[in-house]
């Protein structure tokens, strides 16, 4: 079965200090992983995507099939980097499956 | 095109009611997607479109549940005789066709969030 488990519902950290946001999966096929991220009264919106390998505002994920994981870093964390992350897994028979989220609060 | 339009935002009713809501895409996604998000949970997958046919149904959708897409534009998400434990944030995503130009991303709407008294 697909799952996708975010073990922290919360994380706080101060302002400078490295951030990572935990993500595993399960899923028998070739997953496609992706995090969403959602600022205070804002829309969910994709932060960054497995496949492209690219850097967001400063985080990188990177897709770790041995240990099923796709954790989310940052060096050095911001106070605007306070938000909901959610880890999502697709979209495999179309659809998505999302993490429970972490509350990440980056503290003056 | 100001992206994923979900109405009305907020709807507040009496267990028992019907209520409905509507999502406007993206125009040119083909890929719409229905999900509920209530507290401390991620998004749960209740349905998927793929222009107005409804490919995929979880079985959190109990039969007073009802989604349609009529000519693969804007779709509405329905739920007969409302309980309290429908409470919750209805979110709508789209996404584009695959092929050329895919990339998986979902793009929300800002939601519409039922509160069954």
């Known amino acids: 079965a697909q799952r996708v488990t975010q073990p922290e519902k919360l994380l706080s950290v101060f302002k400078g200090a490295p951030v990572e946001l935990k993500c595993n999966y399960s899923?028998?096929?070739?997953?496609?992983l992706f995090w969403y991220v959602q600022y205070s009264r804002q829309r969910l919106q994709l932060l960054l995507r497995?496949?492209s390998r690219e850097s967001i505002k400063g985080f990188t994920a990177d897709l770790n099939k041995g240990e099923t994981s796709f954790h989310l870093k940052k060096p050095f964390a911001q106070e605007e980097d306070s938000a909901m992350y959610y880890c999502?897994?697709?979209?495999?028979?179309?659809?998505?499956?999302f993490g429970t989220g972490t509350r990440l609060k980056v503290l003056a | 095109d100001t992206g994923v339009s979900q109405d009305p935002r907020h709807k507040i009713t009496k267990r028992g009611q019907n209520v409905t809501f509507r999502c406007d895409p993206i125009?040119?996604?083909?890929?719409l997607y229905w999900y509920r998000q209530t507290l401390g949970q991620g998004p749960e997958f209740l349905t998927y479109?793929?222009?107005?046919?409804?490919?995929?149904k979880s079985r959190l959708l109990s039969d007073r549940f009802s989604a349609e897409r009529p000519k693969g534009s804007f779709s509405t998400l329905e739920i007969q005789r409302t309980e309290q434990g429908d409470s919750a944030m209805y979110l709508c995503?789209?996404?584009?066709?695959?092929?050329?130009?895919?990339?998986?991303?979902?793009?929300f709407g800002e939601g519409s969030r039922l509160t069954v008294l």
């Open positions: 995503a789209s996404s584009s066709r695959s092929g050329q130009g895919y990339t998986g991303e979902l793009f």
């Open positions: 899923y028998s096929g070739s997953p496609e």
């Open positions: 497995h496949i």
């Open positions: 999502a897994l697709g979209p495999g028979t179309y659809k998505y499956i």
């Open positions: 125009s040119e996604h083909n890929r």
């Open positions: 479109f793929q222009n107005e046919a409804q490919l995929e």
